[in-house]
């Protein structure tokens, strides 16, 4: 009897650390996972795909209930193709990576996942994103296309290590993700999807450099040739500066969306515009960058939240 009960106590035991060992593995592949998509830049390509498809049926007048697989579609297809584009990029900066603090912990950078791996991974991850949202219509997928192309191949493969306007042409990729949305229910050939786009495109690009002057030096070090690197801070604050301004217009195009809408995304502009201007006279640059970009996050939040509020019957 004593055997057995110790038998079943070192079984016990051993059961335990298997499971413990099968949680931390889990934990660990979704972790490396998370950073291979890069968290919070898949949610906020999502976010404007959801954005676009609710307010196309509330332009239309057609219920989610009646279009729940066209919905599902579009939303699981077009994370698909954002991720496996998020993947991929990963998978070609590993030496950028390398050079840089932020990234130390992506799993190209520590081995934690083999390259190969990880290029098959983004491969399919996007083909299946193709595949599911063929399902929806052919403009959303052409969307889609266009977003997954000028990310992939004109901005990691072609323009980032050469030409800081990099940024311009990766924004496009990011511009496109409400026009899929709307395009999955009716055609976005109109006033609301188009503010959209030129939504996405004006703030991508302070978001951006924001970012590249909070790791100034990360870029440095890799050598990539973002503005702020190649023609100083200043001139980045100009630009800037500029591209806020470019999206005061916006909200008076979508009047539709109703009065309260166009003030609370007036105010959300100039507020955005403030904290740009703020940039001129900032004694820590690193500093006021930073304050930037977390601005840029929560207008963006703010923004498309008002955007949904105004569906709401």
Known sequence: MKMNLEDSAVAETSSSITERQISKTSSSIFQDLKLLVKGIVLILNILPIFTGYILALYFTNMSLQSLWVNFLCTMIGGTFIMAGALILNNWYEVDLDKKMVRTQERPTVTGSMDLKNILKLGLIFSLIGFVILSFTTLEAFLYGFIGWFFYVVLYTFWSKRRYTLNT????ISGAVTPLIGCAAV??????????????L?????????????????????AN???LPVVSGIEITKRQMFIYTLCLLPIPFYLTSLGTIFVVVATILNIGFIIVAIKGFTAKDDKKWANTMFKSSLIYLTVFLLSMLVTTIN
């Open 201 to 221: 495109f004006f703030w991508q690009i302070p978001h951006t450099f924001a970012i590249a002057i909070r790791r100034f030096d990360d870029y440095k070090n």
């Open 224 to 226: 990539v040739p973002m």
């Open 186 to 199: 009716d055609s976005s050939f109109h006033i609301v999807p188009l503010m959209m786009f030129l939504l």
């Open 168 to 171: 311009v042409i990766g924004s």
